[in-house]
């Protein structure tokens, strides 16, 4: 049972036929095959394409296993080319193939084609095609189900909704797959098989040289943070304080970039508001979905400010937004969301529960000078907007009943 991805096809679409290497990115098991199952079945039943005109390889099926180097991979595409009509040829997880990129490069010049690919690590594919290929290429970040998608799932296909959906999304998060199991053990069981999948095949292979034990107790603390302040600093202390081999913070900055390029977190950086400037320092982390943030976590707790925040996040990211921590002489907001040289100001609260609470929201844009729109996103039902500050309902902005606007 599937979903339409309408907004990833809709961006991708454009480019069916354009001889740009289409590079889809995103973490395991996210969606990118049947994105790009969704892809060939529109070249066949929307624009004609014939099948034989058509080729498919994904690297992690064993049948194609034989496949491990340029030379291999060029030999069984070229054998397959029998007439001088456009090929569609789509390689899904094309890390495995040792130099890929050369494949792709000679194609791009020697053939009429339209090239797509996947892989689950973002420098692999965007360092080696953009020295290969500068400006050849054009990159889709992909992601988990939205919360939009997930109800889309469950409504689309004739099952019942779980109860209290958004908060089944909050703790379980947007996995697709994760939608096959019903108890919360299976599905804690598959998300951990997941993330421990990913540093088996992505972090932690036979080619790194990273120690596995070391990564895990600290991408564990890294993810079970996720949204929170961030120092490098306190990792260092975190892991001394309870092991004998001690580590250092270059370490700590290289397990945060393996982290990153796996597609499991995002890093972002502050921005200044006064100054209207971005900051060199990274602030904070996010992981890429929230269901991580329960595979991580020894005692199924997940502290649900944190989580909201996460969500809010990575809503806007899929959006479209560029997102910064914003910084104000007093303090901080929790986001900044940009888009086409506008922006607006957000803060994500779990409740506005108290007077305390709602003072504390709304009077963290007190030292705003910038008029951008300025909202807080909380789960309350009533309409709390006050002093030119729009509140919104979390889920509301989720499904899209109401937006923000920018300027």
């Known amino acids: 049972m599937l979903i339409k991805r309408n907004k990833y096809l809709e961006n991708i679409r454009r480019f069916y036929d354009s001889n740009l290497i289409k590079v889809l990115t995103g973490v395991r098991r996210c969606g990118k095959s049947v994105l790009l199952k969704q ?110 998608e997930f109800i889309k799932y469950y409504v689309e296909n ?8 958004l908060q089944n999304y909050v703790r379980f998060g947007g996995m697709p797959q994760r939608v096959d199991y019903d108890s919360e053990e299976d599905i804690k069981d598959y998300l951990k098989s997941i993330y421990y999948g990913i540093i088996e095949k992505d972090i932690c292979n036979n080619k790194s040289l990273i120690d596995k ?8 603390y890294i993810i079970n943070n996720s949204s929170k302040e961030f120092s490098i600093q306190n990792i260092v202390d975190y892991y001394n304080l309870n092991n004998e081999d001690g580590i250092y913070r270059k370490l700590v900055y290289r397990y945060l970039e393996k982290l990153e390029q796996a597609c499991l977190i995002s890093r972002v950086k502050r921005y200044d508001i006064a100054s209207k400037r971005t900051l060199k320092q ?56 940009m888009k086409d040289g506008k922006k607006c100001f957000i803060q994500v609260a779990y409740l506005l529960s108290s007077d305390e609470v709602i003072d504390r929201e709304f009077k963290a844009f007190d030292s705003v000078r910038d008029p951008s729109p300025k909202y807080v996103f909380s789960l309350d039902e009533f309409d709390m907007s006050r002093d030119g500050i729009t509140h919104f309902n979390i889920e509301d902005w989720l499904l899209n009943k109401v937006d923000v606007t920018l300027s």
Request: charged share 25%; proline share 2%; hydrophobic share 40%.
């Open 39 to 148: 892809i060939k079945d529109e070249l066949i039943n929307e624009k004609g394409i014939k099948e034989d005109h058509i080729i498919s390889i994904n690297f992690e099926d064993v049948k194609f296993s034989n496949i491990k180097n340029f030379n291999q991979l060029n030999d069984f595409i070229i054998e397959r080319i029998g007439d001088s009509e456009k090929y569609y040829i789509f390689l899904d997880e094309i890390q495995h193939v040792i130099q890929f990129e050369k494949v792709l490069a000679s194609l791009k010049a020697t053939q009429d084609v339209s090239i797509f690919v996947t892989g689950s690590n973002s420098k692999l594919l965007s360092g080696r095609l953009a020295s290969l290929l500068v400006g050849r290429c054009k990159e889709f970040k992909i992601m988990p189900f939205t919360y939009g």
């Open 158 to 165: 004739g099952i019942e909704l779980p109860n209290k959906p």
């Open 213 to 220: 034990e070391t990564f895990i107790l600290i991408s564990k």
């Open 282 to 337: 990274v602030e904070k982390q996010f992981v890429v979905d929230n269901g991580f943030l329960l595979a991580c976590n020894d005692s199924n707790k997940i502290f649900i400010g944190h989580a909201l925040e996460n969500l809010v996040y990575n809503e806007l990211i899929y959006r479209g937004f560029d997102v910064k921590i914003g910084k104000t002489y007093k303090g901080e907001i929790d986001f900044v969301a």
